[in-house]
């Protein structure tokens, strides 16, 4: 067993993108518009700081706004930050960072009062106080949610509301971020991005700035099947690898166990049936009604994540079957109606009726709990450069993250951002602005934008839920034949060419930690290697870009 890689690569070929062809200064980049992206931004602006937020989509097309169940926070009569703080370490599966973890559990429930005055509103009881339900991992009721089961749209809505009515907040919508500029320092100067506007295809740019906050959210989309909406392809982690900064903890994937089965070759976003429909009391059942998940943990259903989601697989491999059950019929019309009205009009436009059918569900990617590296403040590898939310590793999540905890992880960790960039502004410690910049070293080859769908496969195929040595091998292979024969040759790559190559990058670097730890622990299940090996494999697994190869380690 070796414990470093230096793992088969893009080779370098060429730069990833052309000179940009305008400029634009401010003093904070926030890339991304979820809550992690929105929240930083906010609290930045709020000091005074010029602050411009790029988006890829719509300011609310992030994930954020899929997020279903709701947002964990000791907030419930006799919980505590303690307790909230044991089971995220359970989940954690041994590689959480327990001083990480003890800050978002202790902020945490501040920073949900002060997002609820920033106008989140989120759903109460006829006393007032907020209802909360539970999820998988929480031995308490522990989840706030609002309306129903769109928690994360209302979030979104409360924060894009705040920022449109900031006149002062500047704002690029249908902006891929590409790379980081850098000074002769090496401290973070800024940024370039490919705007898509009417007539403006080729609209490659510079920002320059004296710090960038990357919460561009998840990666879902390496594989083909995901919860994840179409803009989540890693561009944050891509970026990061590209720009020296660490990464780590990628092989941990979570796979979210009860997603709804649209058949055997569904690919893109999938839909979602939230951990709160068996915190509220659903079964997980065979096709002969046997409820698997019983007697395999304490929690049964409630058990979590990667428990469940391996039990399900299991069944299924048992079985023979391609999906499992969810049975939510005892919660009868009202309830559907009224405590989870996004999902019962999900399953319903997908012709099944959950108040009277079982609901089929399967696993499928779901969350990246490992990022681009940062301290407790949001520092990456990089002077100057920050990561916030699903883009970032700030240790809080371990090996699987448990239930609810990324939307408490974002708003918390953006607070900490804010408020180390205002610090730093004030004691005079962020950069100057300079327009004397570089580009990033390292360069990986522009893959043709067709490649989206066969790294999808091979993803799937190769580093999915279950994963072995020989399984990954073929995926390191099939990876390495997309790289070499057809690269993008065009004048002016465009949006799916950079995405492509994201994907290509970061899929590259998940495989390559996955292949090395050779145990099984929280959501990385190796087949050949089925035991967590605390002897060996107790530490995190950090990846760099290094003169155009991966390095792990
Ligand atoms: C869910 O509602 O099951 C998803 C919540 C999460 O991913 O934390």
Redesign the pocket.
Known sequence: MSSTASAPSPSVRRLAAPAPGWTKTTDVVVVGSGVAGLTTALRVREAGLRVLVVTKAMLDDGSTRW????IAAALGEGDTPEQHLSDTLVAGAGLCDEEAVRMLVTEGPGAVRRLIATGATFDRDDEGEILLTR?GGHHRRRIAHAGGDATGAEISRALVEAVRTDDDLELIEHALVLDLLTDAKGRTAGLTLHVMGEGQRDGVGAVHARAVVLATGGLGQVFSATTNPAVSTGDGVALALRAGAEVADLEFVQF?PTVLWLGPDAEGQQP?I???VRGEGAHLVDADGVRFMVGQHELAELAPRDIVAKGIMRRMQETGAEHMYLDGRRFGAAMWEERFPTILASCRSHGIDPVTELIPVAPAA??ASGGVRTDLRGHTSVSGLYACGEAACTGVHGAN?L????LLEGLVFAERIAADIIERDRLGKLAPRHEDTTRPVEVVPLLAAEARAEIQRVMTRGVGVLRSADSMAAAVEGLAALAEPEPDKSEFPQVETWEATNLHLVASALTAAALLREETRGCHWREDAPDRDDENWQKHLITTLDEGRLQVG
């Open positions: 997020a279903q169940g709701g999820e979210h979602l939230s951990e709160a779901h969350y993250r239930a609810s905890n990324s």
